[in-house]
């Protein structure tokens, strides 16, 4: 159980483009939501907390109008990178935590992306 | 603030040695703490947790005890494998009061060769 899976698994746009990359909850409902950017050989460092039907609170530094967050149902929340420029690439990660079992983040498998 | 030191890696070891990877943290609040583990081009995976003092996380051989007075989550496996390469994070989360937010060390590479 608690599975959290990502699309797409990689991703490669040009620059000034927009890419949308979608996280979902496959067997339970995610009250919060959490994006995270890794860079090669590195931590993880938390762009953005969500919750269902409200704005996301962003962490410090994180370019809200840059990446937008969207979690509109339970199950579903995305992150767009709008404008997307090469300093973009990375790996994007995000994880769900279950209401019942708020201790623990459930992790998608992460979605690489290149800006060319 | 609330952060988390791990050992630097990389660390090499050959297959069947002991392995520790040391993990301290600083927590204003009371704090859970966890083990990720990150294999080649996959996302994280739950290792273990605890969520009290003295508490000790197993998984796959895997070990960890929250040592409060230490403030310490040192990662131990009395044998590793090669299939163990991959990259472990320690991380910590402090609830109740807080959302759920997870602070991560930077990571440690492990390499086991046959």
């Known amino acids: 159980g608690a599975v959290v899976s990502q699309h797409p698994s990689w991703v490669i746009c040009k620059s000034g483009t927009s890419v949308k990359i979608e996280c979902r909850s496959l067997d339970f409902q995610a009250t919060t939501m959490f994006w995270y950017r890794q860079f090669p050989k590195q931590s993880l460092m938390l762009m953005a907390t969500?919750?269902?039907?409200?704005?996301?609170?962003?962490e410090q530094g994180v370019e809200k109008d840059k990446f937008l967050i969207n979690h509109a149902s339970l199950t579903l929340s995305t992150l767009t990178v709008t404008s997307a420029h090469p300093e973009d690439s990375s790996f994007y990660i995000c994880s769900a935590t279950d209401e019942g079992r708020p201790y623990e983040q459930y992790f998608g498998p992460g979605t690489r992306l290149t800006v060319t | 603030g609330d952060s988390v030191t791990q050992m630097e890696g990389p660390v090499t070891l050959s297959e069947e040695a002991f392995l520790t990877i040391n993990c301290t943290y600083t927590a204003t609040g009371y704090p859970s703490l966890f083990w990720y583990v990150q294999y080649p081009g996959e996302g994280l995976q739950l290792l273990l947790k605890?969520?009290?003092?003295?508490d000790k996380g197993s998984n796959k051989g895997f070990e960890a005890t929250y040592r409060k007075e230490t403030t310490s989550f040192h990662l131990e496996k009395g044998s590793v494998q090669v299939s163990d390469s991959a990259v472990y994070f320690c991380a910590l989360t402090l609830l109740p009061g807080g959302y759920n937010k997870l602070i991560f060390g930077a990571g440690t590479r492990l390499a086991v060769h046959p």
């Open positions: 969500s919750n269902e039907g409200s704005k996301a609170t962003y």
């Open positions: 605890a969520t009290k003092a003295d």
